[in-house]
């Protein structure tokens, strides 16, 4: 539970700076649903992968990793 009220804080205060995978996509860290903007809406749609696996889509593992430790989180 404290690693999900990190993730949300982690979320919350993000400046949301524009990063690059290997093969040179751009995402944003924390912009779980891909708006360009790291908002509340990615802390609900993270949190909910979690409750509901498989009902919702995060098209950017990378942008999930929202400490960077090399996990969604």
């Given at each position: 539970?404290?690693?999900?009220?990190?993730?949300?804080?982690?979320?919350?205060?993000?400046?949301?700076?524009?990063?690059?995978?290997?093969?040179?996509?751009?995402?944003?860290?924390?912009?779980?649903?891909?708006?360009?903007?790291?908002?509340?809406?990615?802390?609900?749609?993270?949190?909910?992968?979690?409750?509901?696996?498989?009902?919702?889509?995060?098209?950017?593992?990378?942008?999930?990793?929202?400490?960077?430790?090399?996990?969604?989180d």
């Amino acid at each position: 539970m404290r690693k999900l009220i990190l993730a949300i804080c982690l979320l919350a205060c993000s400046a949301g700076s524009a990063q690059y995978v290997p093969n040179g996509t751009r995402f944003i860290r924390g912009d779980i649903d891909n708006d360009t903007q790291v908002c509340l809406g990615d802390s609900i749609r993270l949190l909910y992968s979690f409750f509901y696996p498989g009902r919702v889509e995060i098209e950017c593992a990378d942008a999930a990793d929202v400490n960077d430790d090399g996990r969604i989180d």
